[in-house]
């Protein structure tokens, strides 16, 4: 698979992951769950291994909208 077949493998990925936590969360506005995923994906540029990203950002962004609102940015969840 060449570099941009993997990106559209991703992005594919990806866009099921919003769709999922829109479901999950029905009192997010899709636009606040589409911009944590954008967030979460985002601290994973650069990774070499982009195979688990989609579900790496899916943990991370339940994580985040457990916590959130729905009406301002969700935070990180503290580590530690």
Known sequence: MDTEERTEHEDHA???VIDRL???YPDRPRS???NV???ERHLLDGKP???YV???IEHGA???LRNATGHGPAQRPAHG
């Open 62 to 64: 339940k994580a985040r």
């Open 37 to 39: 995923v954008t967030e």
């Open 14 to 16: 990806v866009a099921q």
């Open 49 to 51: 291994i982009r195979d």
């Open 32 to 34: 606040f769950i589409e």
């Open 22 to 24: 829109v479901e999950r």
């Open 54 to 56: 989609p579900v790496l």
